[in-house]
């Protein structure tokens, strides 16, 4: 089964908005407190311009639970620092494959100064590079949640809000889902 079929296959959420409850997306009223749930308190990017949704994946690890908060959408730290974030999160492959593609791009705009009329490079050379930065943050975290599988990480809740991992993790702890 792939990522995107077992996300689908983990429950949706709506969050209550008096106490903050996660509920079954197709529930009526908050199982903690009997509050009517609308649909416009579905856990999207939405509901505030500050919250995000994660996905919560978690790995039993010597005696430990270890949570980790993805989150849904493009990922500005890919965007910005590529290889360097890639590293930091662990996907080692991936960051030298970025840092390849940093220097083919570099070789490609050397070639095109001296090619190509100085306004021409340099504009190509800003849409080469803007397109390059796009796919990678577009494509982060995609490949976070690949490599999180990969070292033993299951999906166990998706579309968790919160205006950051840390606060995601909280929320997911709070509500009674990890111990």
């Not at 990017?45 to 980790?68: M, Q």
Request: proline letters at 3%.
């Amino acid at each position: 089964m792939t990522l995107i079929e077992r996300r689908e296959n983990i429950k949706q959420t709506k969050k209550c908005p008096i106490c903050g409850q996660l509920n079954d997306i197709k529930a009526k009223e908050c199982i903690k407190c009997q509050t009517r749930l609308k649909n416009s308190t579905i856990s999207t990017n939405k509901e505030t311009d500050e919250t995000k949704t994660y996905d919560i994946y978690f790995r039993f690890s010597e005696g430990s639970d270890k949570l980790r908060a993805v989150k849904n959408g493009f990922s500005w730290p890919a965007f910005f620092f590529s290889a360097l974030w890639a590293w930091f999160n662990g996907m080692i492959g991936v960051g030298f494959g970025l840092l390849f593609i940093g220097v083919i791009h570099n070789v490609i705009t050397k070639i095109m100064i001296i090619f190509l009329p100085p306004g021409l490079s340099l504009i190509l050379n800003l849409f080469l590079t803007l397109s390059i930065h796009c796919w990678i943050g577009s494509y982060g975290n995609k490949w976070l949640r690949s490599s999180l599988e990969k070292k033993g990480y299951s999906l166990k809740l998706a579309n968790v809000p919160g205006s950051s991992p840390s606060e995601a993790i909280r929320l997911y702890k709070e509500q009674g889902h990890a111990k």
